[in-house]
């Protein structure tokens, strides 16, 4: 059993960091098999789910974002040390969740995305989550490698920058991403009216 | 850890089309120095790093372009890149201008991406900035009058990334062109938290940016740094400019 995850480690890791058509090629099929039921669609270019990157969940699960197609994505990035904007950015996240309707509550996946990956380990994550009553699945932390942080920030036109051990300045931006993980809005700035962000969750989500 | 990157390694050297192009590297001695950007009056400690001598060129691109395909202009992913990306070349295989001139109009996904190509990497900002504070004779020359002269000069030279790569000066670490022939992305351009057009404006902003009040110029003088700085700040990585080119760096191996 130990060997075979090894092995799809392994192919996770290839999987990550082919570059030619061959080997392209390959990947695609195995994903597609792995693919649920209903998800099979093709991924949109300008989908997020064109990143290769794994993550770490604040339950210490490895996931790909692809596993979060189908729902609609509401997205942050903070750092869990952050005293200034995050808690802030926080509250901004379940105000709009709040105004969701019960009946689309199901369709709204939260994810926050670790800009310090090296102090924000699964535990810092979960412990994150628990001080801020954000134990629901709807709530999900998640940690990347440097890397792939830079480049999903990339993804955000996030700018962040590491201005002591303990502090990072960012922007603070919450995105939407469709079921298919297309962009669909994006919110800039804190404690700003988040109507506009609620309106555009509630003609996603089914 | 170790065996992580060598596994890392081994694949890279499985699945990428490695083909050893102008890629010659150098060694740039690290060291410290006082970013324009950084944190308050902080110095960064640069650690020792391999940086290309030359930039990447039009048929290094095609080269890789070729091998990868999915990275051709009519292939490519909206995702990674918007409409400007090889905006000058007539169709997928064929540029416009010299073979050896600097292939531009590359989103910083696809500079990143022939860098891992190449079992390299893009060079950080502050790695680039360190290189690049060096003239002929010494590692920093941010002082010296001919040195901001050059470097002012250029800006005013039109299309200067028409020229072959190569052909500027042959700095301290015996790197070319870091100035006078293209701007170059760089790993963490997206770390550049200034907005707006003036130089001290970071609290305008103050919504959209956390913490900005931390960031100053550390020397408003510096004013061929800033236009740099300003710049990255301006780009998003699936952007592509006439002016923006790259190259490739790597860490020192034990």
Redesign the interface.
């Known amino acids: 059993m130990k060997n075979f995850r090894y092995v799809i480690i ?1 192919f996770a ?2 999987t990550l ?5 061959s ?2 090629k390959n990947t695609d099929t195995t994903e597609t098999a792995k693919v649920k039921k209903g998800e099979g669609e093709a991924i949109p ?4 789910y ?2 290769p990157s794994n993550w770490t969940t604040q339950n210490g699960e490895e996931i790909e974002l692809k596993s979060l197609q189908g729902k609609v994505v509401v997205m942050v990035m903070i750092y869990t040390t ?1 005293k ?3 808690p802030r950015l926080v509250a901004d996240m379940r105000n709009i969740e709040k105004q969701i309707p019960d009946e689309k509550k199901d369709d709204v996946q939260y994810v926050f995305v670790s800009i310090d990956p090296e102090t924000d380990t699964p535990e810092k994550l979960k412990a994150f989550a628990k001080e801020n009553e954000m134990e629901d699945d709807k709530w999900l932390f998640l940690r990347g490698t440097l890397g792939d942080t ?2 999903f ?3 955000l ?5 590491q ?2 051990p303990m ?7 919450i995105s939407v991403f469709d079921q298919n993980g297309e962009m669909a809005h994006q919110q ?5 009216d988040n109507k506009e962000t609620v309106q555009a969750i509630i003609d996603l989500a089914e | 850890m170790k065996i992580y990157s060598t596994a890392l390694f081994l694949l890279l050297s499985l699945f990428c089309e490695v083909t050893a192009q102008n890629d010659k590297m150098v060694l740039v001695k690290g060291g410290v120095y006082l970013p324009l950007y950084g944190a308050e009056d902080k110095v960064v400690k640069i650690e020792p790093f391999k940086m290309d001598v030359l930039p990447v060129s039009n048929s290094d691109y095609l080269k890789f372009v070729q091998e990868n395909p999915q990275w051709k202009k009519s292939n490519i992913k909206r995702l990674f890149a918007d409409e400007s990306y090889l905006t000058k070349w007539k169709n997928d295989e064929t540029f416009i201008g010299l073979p050896n001139a600097p292939v531009t109009t590359v989103s910083w996904f696809a500079a990143k991406k022939y860098c891992e190509c190449q079992g390299k990497r893009l060079p950080t900002m502050d790695e680039w900035e360190f290189a690049a504070m060096a003239n002929e004779d010494v590692p920093d020359a941010r002082e010296i009058e001919t040195y901001n002269q050059y470097i002012l000069g250029w800006y005013e030279t039109p299309k200067t990334y028409n020229n072959p790569i190569g052909e500027t000066f042959k700095n301290y670490w015996g790197i070319y062109d870091l100035h006078g022939l293209v701007w170059e992305w760089t790993l963490d351009f997206n770390s550049v938290l200034i907005s707006g057009e003036s130089r001290k404006d970071v609290d305008k902003d103050s919504n959209l940016f956390c913490g900005s009040a931390a960031i100053g110029a550390s020397d408003l003088m510096n004013y061929a740094a800033f236009m740099r700085y300003a710049f990255r700040g301006s780009m998003k990585a699936r952007y592509s400019s006439q002016n923006l080119g790259f190259r490739c760096a790597k860490d020192v191996e034990n």
């Open positions: 392994m890791l290839a960091f082919s570059c030619n058509n080997s392209e270019e300008m989908s997020i064109n990143l952050c200034a904007a995050c830079r480049e920030a990339a993804v036109a996030v700018n962040y920058k201005i002591s502090d990072f300045s960012h922007s603070n931006i800039e700035g804190l404690g700003v």
